[in-house]
Antibody, heavy 120, light 112 residues
């Protein structure tokens, strides 16, 4: 059974750096074709893709946020970390991590999400 | 960025009746490898999104066969053959052909 779960602070101040952890089980990020991504959703709004990391450590970022985002993995811990610098109130959103496997294009498994609020 | 445009944005449906959602992309989602990088997701109230359809027309594992996807190039459709109460939520199309992956605005489907 594949599961993912996001963790991190629920409240950050403007200009601070956010670090979120996606802890997963049931698959290996070392397996050919696997990817883990981050998607966010501001309250009442649509989904927005942020970044992904592939099994071979290749990384892709949303260009408009690329200078603020870093995605990394800790294979030994089955974790993927997302760091976002210079947080702003407009970054208030539920942040999801999701899994794509080699046989299914698309985000097949999702975590429950974590709501991050940005406020002073 | 590839812009994804859904219609309608709100769709009341009578149980047992069919429903259809349109998704249009600002450029073709057909890759040179023959693959169509278009997915459909359903976000039920208070839940994470779930993958319904990938590659424009392939149902994800466990998805009821009342859901079907069609289309190619820039025009895609998600159909529910017979609406059930558990199908309420917001439906999103998403393209994965180019970075950044982009979603449509969402279509809220509710029971009439």
């Amino acid at each position: 059974q594949i599961t993912l779960k996001e963790s991190g602070p629920t409240l950050v101040k403007p200009t601070q750096t956010l670090t979120l952890t996606c802890t997963f089980s049931g698959f290996s990020l070392s397996t050919n074709g696997v990817a883990v991504g981050w998607i966010r959703q501001p309250p009442g709004k649509a989904l927005e893709w942020l970044a992904l990391i592939y099994w071979d450590d290749e990384k892709r970022y949303r260009p408009s946020l690329k200078n603020r985002l870093t995605i990394n993995r800790d294979t030994s811990k089955s974790e993927v970390l997302l760091t976002m610098t210079n947080m702003d109130p407009v970054d208030t959103a539920t942040y999801y991590c999701a899994h794509e496997d080699a046989n299914t294009s698309g985000w097949l498994h999702w975590g429950p999400g974590t709501l991050v609020s940005v406020s002073s | 960025d590839i812009v994804m445009t859904q219609s309608p944005l709100s769709l009341p449906v009578t149980p047992g009746e069919p429903a259809s959602i349109s998704c249009r992309s600002s450029q073709s989602l057909l890759h040179s490898n023959g693959y169509i990088y278009l997915d459909w997701y359903l976000q039920k109230p208070g839940q994470s999104p779930q993958l319904l359809i990938h590659s424009a027309s392939i149902r994800a594992s466990g998805v009821p066969d009342r859901f079907s996807g069609s289309g190619s190039g820039t025009d895609f459709t998600l159909k529910i053959s017979r609406m059930e109460a558990e199908d309420v939520g917001v439906y999103y199309c998403m393209q994965a052909l180019q970075i950044p992956q982009t979603f449509g605005q969402g279509t809220k489907v509710e029971i009439k």
